[in-house]
T-cell receptor, first 109, second 113 residues
């Protein structure tokens, strides 16, 4: 079955810096890669997703890149703000979603 | 706006009790999911359902069962609760299978004593 590895487990940055979270997946048939953000005490919410026919997707300060050959994908957050502090989960799907173990991002003012 | 609700935010049960966790969605979604969330382990799929009366095992189904008698409601059942089932349980729903946004409920933090 699919296995998704996510790194780092924790990431601390200063406000205004960039943050990068990386994930690798095992099933080459996976073709959908969403990212979820979970703020403290709240439910996970989708922030961006990418499908396997696209190499990069941007939405304001957030971007995701996908390398199908290497089977890895990354979340990039530019100009980080304190409200970006949360746990971020990557996931990969062919028929069902498999989540990574999460990255706790802390943005210090 | 999609709304997914769960019957309890916090629940405390004793070892051996039968526990029911209920999830309701109001957007006519076909697909519903139960996950458990543990620190360092992420979200792990317990069971899912793509249609009424249909259920499929996820990655960690042992010790759990589910029921989907109506499209909007998906119940997770712990037949005989054990301490290692202490966790946060999250329900989710989606319109399409596999490659679609999942909308999560607020979660139920279950403690088994």
């Amino acid at each position: 079955g699919e296995n998704v590895e996510q790194h780092p487990s924790t990431l601390s940055v200063q406000e205004g810096d960039s943050a990068v979270i990386k994930c690798t997946y095992s099933d080459s048939a996976s073709n959908y890669f969403p990212w979820y953000k979970q703020e403290l005490g709240k439910r996970p919410q989708l922030i961006i997703d990418i499908r396997s026919n696209v190499g990069e997707k941007k939405d304001q300060r957030i971007a995701v890149t996908l390398n199908k050959t290497a089977k890895h994908f990354s979340l990039h957050i530019t100009e980080t703000q304190p409200e970006d502090s949360a746990v971020y989960f990557c996931a990969a799907s062919f028929q069902k979603l498999v989540f990574g173990t999460g990255t706790r991002l802390l943005v210090s003012p | 706006d999609v709304k997914v609700t769960q019957s309890s935010r916090y629940l405390v049960k004793r070892t051996g009790e039968k526990v029911f966790l209920e999830c309701v969605q109001d957007m006519d979604h076909e697909n519903m999911f139960w996950y458990r969330q543990d620190p360092g382990l992420g979200l792990r799929l317990i069971y899912f359902s793509y249609d009424v009366k249909m259920k499929e095992k996820g990655d960690i189904p042992e010790g759990y069962s589910v029921s989907r008698e109506k499209k909007e409601r998906f119940s997770l059942i712990l037949e005989s609760a054990s301490t290692n089932q202490t966790s946060m349980y999250l329900c989710a729903s989606s319109l399409l299978q596999g490659k679609d946004t999942q909308y999560f409920g607020p979660g139920t933090r279950l403690t088994v004593l």
